[in-house]
Structures are given as structure tokens and as C-alpha cells.
Nanobody, 128 residues
Framework: QVRLAESGGGLVQAGGSLRLSCAAS????????MGWFRQAPGKEREFVAT????????YYAESVKGRFTISRDNAKNTGYLQMTSLKAEDAAIYYC?????????????????????WGQGTQVTVSS
């Protein structure tokens, strides 16, 4: 399994922006799907965004579409989540996840159960 470490969380005013990073180690993420999930207090972990190994395929939760951008730099073994126009309801612990996709085809996952590697999470707090 690849090891993941998120960074970039913090306190931001509503309407502001943050960029989360997910640094991978132990293995190259070149063939891994990467995903971002979040969990707010008292709520279940929810899907945010996912990106295929080459970046050609991307999918967002409706709640963040148009505001968040997922990307990756395989040369740096790092994934990113650019968050703009942040709202109070975006406050949560954000987790990155990774998993190899299928048998050579390109695609992505959106269910947390499909991902085998997880980071420890980074807190995002949005003040109104």
C-alpha cells in the first residue's frame, strides 16, 4: 500500500480558498486512482472528488462541483484539492485516498470502500 499524508487545511473565512495536498510515499502513485473524502462532526464520511491515474477522468460530488478542483502531479507523487468559494458546510476533516484501478484500464472510484490507502486527514474550518 502507498502511504498518504494530507496538508494544507486550516481556518478560512466563508468565500475563501484553500489548497489541500496529499503526498504519497512508499510507492509511485502513477497507477493509482486518488480521491478526496470529508467527514464533518456527527456525519458520515462523504465523497468529494476523484481522479484517474492520468488525470483524464475526474468526478465531483454535486455539492462541490464548480468550486473544487482535483488534480495530481505524478512526478511529485502528490495529489491536490483546490477549494474555492468555501461555505460553512464545507467544514470537515478532509481525507485523501488511493487505490490501483482494475487491470490496466483507466477509471475512478467514488466509494470509500473501494480505496485501500488513506491519509490521516486534515481539518478545514470555515468561519462565517
Amino acid at each position: 500500500q502507498v502511504r498518504l499524508a494530507e496538508s494544507g487545511g486550516g481556518l478560512v473565512q466563508a468565500g475563501g480558498s484553500l489548497r489541500l495536498s496529499c503526498a504519497a510515499s512508499g510507492r509511485s502513485i502513477g497507477r493509482y486512482v486518488m480521491g478526496w473524502f470529508r467527514q464533518a462532526p456527527g456525519k458520515e464520511r462523504e465523497f468529494v472528488a476523484t481522479i484517474s491515474w492520468s488525470g483524464a477522468m475526474i468526478y465531483y460530488a454535486e455539492s462541490v462541483k464548480g468550486r473544487f478542483t482535483i488534480s495530481r502531479d505524478n512526478a511529485k507523487n502528490t495529489g491536490y484539492l483546490q477549494m474555492t468559494s468555501l461555505k460553512a458546510e464545507d467544514a470537515a476533516i478532509y481525507y485523501c485516498a488511493a487505490e490501483i484501478y482494475g487491470s490496466g484500464a483507466e477509471g475512478f472510484y467514488i466509494h470509500s470502500s473501494d480505496f485501500g490507502s488513506w491519509g490521516q486527514g486534515t481539518q478545514v474550518t470555515v468561519s462565517s
